[in-house]
Structures are given as structure tokens and as C-alpha cells.
T-cell receptor
């Protein structure tokens, strides 16, 4: 399945954070979503074969990487209080069914 | 108007009841997802379907592409079914990504 690390994370405003995702074996597409408390997930961006191929309404301080070994990262620079949320990654094979990880809960103080 | 709408928003049922959650969407899609999220938890994919009906245990999902409507049914509901159920669709054909557009969610509480 899809795994994410860490499970929980506490940072302070202005810091930088890296969240990690391990895709299901054989999947070539990973999507990242941000879910604020009480809200639905919002699409951050998607990577296909290690290239970003779509982005939601998030600023450039949100960036990502996808590696050939089924792992990927979400990096957020200059953290703001509003970045506190559950961050979800989902992997798929191209446009197939997406499988979600358990999420990383980020708290920015 | 949201592209994906669910009803009801909140649902309380007694254990054993048959439950139906509805989803309507306004965009042309290739497939629809039903997802489950327990409070404070991650998202679990229940179904991805593009036509007809799928069944997994006590869960049944149906879709009518022409009417742009899908339903999720839970038979013999149990307290452990209590969760938020979300329907989600990818963008229409031609989109660069298969990002999901999420419905508003249905909060289900099954009481013993």
C-alpha cells in the first residue's frame, strides 16, 4: 500500500518541512492533497514519471519531487499558520484508481 | 455550485439499517470514486466505478453515467461504519492530471 512519514509533525512559522510518501509498487503517478480541519482535500500538485504535470492553487513555496524508486516528497518553505493540515498523497498507475496514504498531520505554531 | 454534490450532509442510523448516500456531479467523467475517512484519519478508497454496480462485502456502489448520479449503499450497518463518505471525480477527458474533485462529504454515525 501507500505509506507516508512522519505521521505527525509540529513546526514553527517560517520553518521548512519535508513530507514523504512511498507509492504502491508499479505506480507512476503521485498526487498530493492538503486537507484543512473540517474541509475536503484540495489538490496541491501531481507528479507523473518524476515530472510535475499539474498544479492546484498553491504558491511556489510548495514544491515536490518524485523519485524512480516509488518514493516522493512534498516540501513546504516559509511555513505559515494556515499550512496546518492533513497532507495526503495518493498514487496511481497513470489515470487509474488512486490509492491514498494515511496522511501526515502538520501543525504550525 | 459545487461540481460534485452529496446528500445527505449528515446521517444518523441505527445499527442494522440500510443506508444510502447520493452523489451528483455536473462534469463529464470517466469514473467516480467513493472514499471513506474516519475522524482524524486518512482516506481509504472504497470503489472506483465507471458503469453499473460494484459490491464489496456490505458495500454496494452504483452509477448512472447518463444521469450523472451515483449512490453508495451500506447493508446491515454497524457502528464501525461511522465515518465521512466522500465521492470524488477526476477532471473531464483531456485534463492533464487525474486529480480528484471531491464532494462535500457525508458524515455517517451508526448508533448501536
Amino acid at each position: 500500500g501507500v505509506t507516508q512519514s512522519p505521521t505527525h509533525l509540529i513546526k514553527t512559522r517560517g520553518q521548512q518541512v519535508t513530507l514523504r510518501c512511498s507509492s504502491q509498487s508499479g505506480h507512476n503517478t503521485v498526487s498530493w492533497y492538503q486537507q484543512a480541519l473540517g474541509q475536503g482535500p484540495q489538490f496541491i500538485f501531481q507528479y507523473y514519471r518524476e515530472e510535475e504535470n499539474g498544479r492546484g492553487n498553491f504558491p511556489p513555496r510548495f514544491s515536490g519531487l518524485q523519485f524512480p524508486n516509488d518514493s516522493s516528497e512534498l516540501n513546504v518553505n516559509a511555513l505559515e499558520l494556515d499550512d496546518s493540515a492533513l497532507y495526503l498523497c495518493a498514487s496511481s498507475f497513470s489515470r487509474g484508481e488512486q490509492f491514498f496514504g494515511p496522511g501526515t498531520r502538520l501543525t504550525v505554531l | 455550485k459545487n461540481e460534485v454534490e452529496q446528500s445527505p450532509q449528515n446521517l444518523t442510523a441505527q445499527e442494522g439499517e440500510f443506508i444510502t448516500i447520493n452523489c451528483s456531479y455536473s462534469v463529464g467523467i470517466s469514473a467516480l470514486h467513493w472514499l471513506q475517512q474516519h475522524p482524524g484519519g486518512g482516506i481509504v478508497s472504497l470503489f472506483m466505478l465507471s458503469s453499473g454496480k460494484k459490491k464489496h462485502g456490505r458495500l454496494i456502489a452504483t452509477i448512472n453515467i447518463q444521469e450523472k448520479h451515483s449512490s453508495l449503499h451500506i447493508t446491515a450497518s454497524h457502528p464501525r461504519d461511522s465515518a465521512v463518505y466522500i465521492c470524488a471525480v477526476p477532471p473531464p477527458y483531456g485534463g492533464a492530471t487525474n486529480k480528484l474533485i471531491f464532494g462535500t462529504g457525508t458524515l455517517l454515525a451508526v448508533q448501536p
